[in-house]
């Protein structure tokens, strides 16, 4: 006998009547993980006929009964792909057949273009959609996050994506750079200042945090923050309660924190360079962005997305060649989407016609240039890629060019060549 609470189909009433008592979009599976049944919220909301079609999600046979954990997938919405929570529950009629309903509820309340739209998260491997739902979840709660990720993995996106999800999403979202944040800076700018606070201030100010009321303040790059401004940050972030420089009212401001930073956090704890304290007062949840060689499946996809926010933004029309995008899925991208973004604009500045070829495509480390502009060493590959021999053709055999495109020796072709 399972535990799950039974939903029960009323004889005589059609499945799809039955499925239209839930007032969610939701559609009914059969053991066989056919869809059945739609109702009315979810042909409204998805516009898409989807009796007949399998479905990747159906239970395995034993696990009938418990309901399902939710999870997160991305779903044909209207002609576009949107990502969509599943909440399901097992469902019976009164001769006792089995159904699955599933709950497909939309996670971008008013979806419009979601890939092309700026601050739209790209990507459907399973360690991105993991991370996605995380994102998801934490946005519900009221706990403050730190997103953890090396430069360019989209912490700031995953800021804008938790206010956006967030009870707060009608309130500010508003950035404050910890890496440029002086302790004058800090100090009016994050808690404003009342008139003639210092020399030549004529004004009052209304500091970042209390702007932010209501709303979510986004740390950037808090590992950046001096310990003299860890310390005020902390004594605000512990009560809410801050004074404007120059002022003597004691205000309150009710703001949601979330932080991000590239760097290792309890290093720098263990070096005495951040303090514990608030290190806990910033982590209640830790979310980690990964890395874009972690998620290779997701590059092909974010590249057409990237290709399209280029187009629209420069007025073109670029298109990648097959070989192309081969060859921009073989590399690491250690600077991760945003180097991406920078290979992708380069390689269409270097092309006369609309289509992208390899040898418009030039790796190298962008978010490392040096203050001079040259360019740090290339990263290497740390592995030999399965499709080396395929990618060498579109080189035409040059192990010289190919080697250069991939920031790896010749030698180490050669070597690959050997071992293969
Ligand atoms: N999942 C994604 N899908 C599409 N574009 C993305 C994604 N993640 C990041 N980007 C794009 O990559 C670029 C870098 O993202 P973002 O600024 O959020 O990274 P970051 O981790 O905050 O970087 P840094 O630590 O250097 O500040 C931006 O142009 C952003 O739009």
Known sequence: ????????????????????????????????????????????????????????????????????????????????VEYVQIRCHALYDLQGKRYWAE????????????????????????????CLHQIFKAA???????????????????????????????????????????EHLFESEFMGHERGAFTGCIDRKIGLYEHAHQGTLFLDEIGELPLTMQAKLLRVLET??????????????????VAATNRDLQQMIREKRFREDLYYRLAAIEIDLPALRERVEDIPEIVQVLLE??????????????????????????????????????????CDGDTLLPRHIHFFHAAGQNQSGTA??????????????ELLTIFEGSRRQFAKHIGVSERTVYRWLQEA
């Open 376 to 389: 740090m060493e290339r990263p290497s590959l740390r592995g030999r890629p399965d499709n080396f021999r």
């Open 103 to 130: 709950e497909c509820l939309p996670i971008y309340p008013n979806p419009q273009g979601l890939n092309v739209r700026p601050n739209a998260m790209v990507g459907s491997s399973p360690v991105f959609m993991d």
């Open 1 to 80: 006998m399972d535990q799950h609470p039974r939903v029960l189909i009323p004889t005589g009433l059609s499945l799809d009547c039955a499925v239209d008592l839930l007032p969610k979009p939701t559609i009914l599976i059969d053991e066989d993980g056919y869809i059945v049944a739609a109702n009315r919220a979810y042909r409204d909301y998805y516009g898409v006929d989807p009796i007949g079609k399998q479905t990747r999600l159906h239970p395995g046979k034993n696990s009938w009964g418990h309901a399902q954990e939710e999870c997160l997938v991305r779903y044909p919405c209207r002609g576009r």
């Open 309 to 350: 926010r280029i187009n629209r933004e420069w007025g073109g029309h670029w298109q990648l060649s097959e070989e192309a995008t081969h060859l921009l899925c073989t590399y690491k991208y250690p600077g991760n989407i945003r180097e991406l973004r920078n290979i992708l604009q380069k390689a269409m500045a270097l």
């Open 240 to 257: 809410g309660l801050f004074r404007r420089l120059g002022g003597t009212a004691q205000l309150h401001a009710d703001v949601r924190i």
């Open 140 to 182: 519900r709660t009221h706990a403050p996050v730190l997103l953890r990720g090396e430069s360019g993995t989209g912490k700031e996106l995953a800021a804008h994506a938790l206010h956006q999800f967030s009870e707060r999403s009608a309130g500010p979202l508003l950035t404050v750079d910890c890496s440029t944040m002086t």
